[in-house]
């Protein structure tokens, strides 16, 4: 759902709350730079409202608003606000979100979203759209990071070899140098193609045929980028997981996981820790096993060459699910690797 306010253009991406439905909401998360958490003042912090806090602070979403909603059921009285704040607050700290702003609104009534709301005159801040205007920063412009530029396919058209690829960050621009990871090897850019036309470049978002000097070896999954960051195929990686499927991991776990267009088998190396969701808390450094239901941190090493990314630095190459057999069973980023 788009919308405007005096400062932003924003989508709204409606995450449901219901345990049911997590997959969505990880799904929704890992798209978005900023979160609204909507909690009903009148029934509280409930499990599921400290979880989604977990999944936002677990996917690397680090600006957040909090919005107390439902003050018409409590008859806007302040002393509930301000029980309701100081409850929130102790979960927020604990994640590391002390500065979030909290907003109470009637979404049901429009008070204190839009506009300042006459029912609450003790509230001294200002609505929610404007607190969204105050604390939401743009994040840089993908351009402005190093190139990644991800092959989803590859196919042959009237004898060239064309890959397929997208590109998350950086520009791609003919002529130029890239080298491929995880193959380490470099490649000149031919042509750059675009429903059948040539282009001089493409920027973030922009999916384009390429013609490489040299096409041997391309994968779906390989990333190019810039030979002077001098990068390294991924040895080992350390990733917070979230498991939702009917799956159990366990160290010596072969696995097989999705990062992007990249399909590859990982071996489970340790299970450095378990989390509990609802209290927010380590709960075991000293375990055999995730299961379903269970998140916790685990270091995986790749059985293929691949090349992957903190979330932190490339989010689009720093996500990545469990295949399980039904699909997927699990959802995890990447917090830290180690590359050759």
């Known amino acids: 759902t788009p919308f405007k306010s005096e400062r932003y253009y924003y989508t709204i991406i409606d995450c449901p709350g219901h345990r049911e439905f997590i997959q969505k909401m990880l799904t929704g998360a890992s798209q978005a730079d900023a979160a609204i958490l909507v909690v009903s003042v009148k029934e509280g912090i409930e499990d599921q409202t400290r979880q989604h806090l977990f999944l936002v602070r677990t996917l690397g979403i680090k600006q957040l608003v909090v919005a107390a909603n439902k003050m018409d059921a409590v008859n806007y009285d302040e ?14 700290s604990s994640l590391g979100y002390q500065d979030a702003p909290i907003v109470p609104v009637s979404a049901f009534k429009g008070d204190n979203v839009v506009h300042r709301s006459e029912n609450m005159p003790w509230y001294g801040g200002k609505p929610l759209l404007r607190v969204l205007d105050e604390t939401v920063i743009p994040p840089k412009p993908l351009s402005e990071k190093p190139l990644r530029c991800v092959v989803q396919d590859l196919y042959e058209v009237e004898g060239k070899s064309i890959a397929a690829c997208r590109v998350e960050t950086g520009t791609l621009r003919m002529g130029e140098r890239v080298v491929v990871l995880p193959i380490r090897e470099e490649r000149t850019v031919k042509s750059i193609e675009v429903f059948g036309s040539e282009a001089e ?10 013609v490489l000097d040299e096409p041997a070896g391309l994968r779906r999954g390989y990333v190019l980028a810039e030979p002077s960051e001098g990068l390294a195929p991924t040895k080992d990686f350390t990733a917070e997981l979230i498991i939702f499927g009917d799956v159990t991991l366990r160290g010596g ?18 299970i450095l820790e378990k989390i509990d969701p609802v209290s927010l808390t380590v709960v075991d450094r000293n375990l055999d096993c995730l299961m379903n239901g269970e998140v916790g941190k685990v270091t995986f090493s790749p059985n293929d060459p691949i090349y992957v990314e903190r979330y932190s630095d490339f989010p689009q190459l720093g996500r990545f699910i469990v295949i399980g057999g039904r699909g997927a069973a699990a959802a995890g980023i990447i917090l830290e690797k180690n590359d050759f």
């Not at 002393?79 to 927020?92: I, Y």
């Not at 999705?258 to 990982?266: K, P, S």
């Open 79 to 92: 002393d509930a606000f301000k029980s309701f704040s100081q409850k929130v607050r102790d979960v927020l």
């Open 253 to 270: 776990d072969q696995v097989s996981i999705r990062l992007g267009t990249a399909t590859v088998n990982c071996t489970v190396q340790r």
């Open 201 to 210: 470049e493409a920027v973030p978002g922009d999916s384009v045929g390429i």
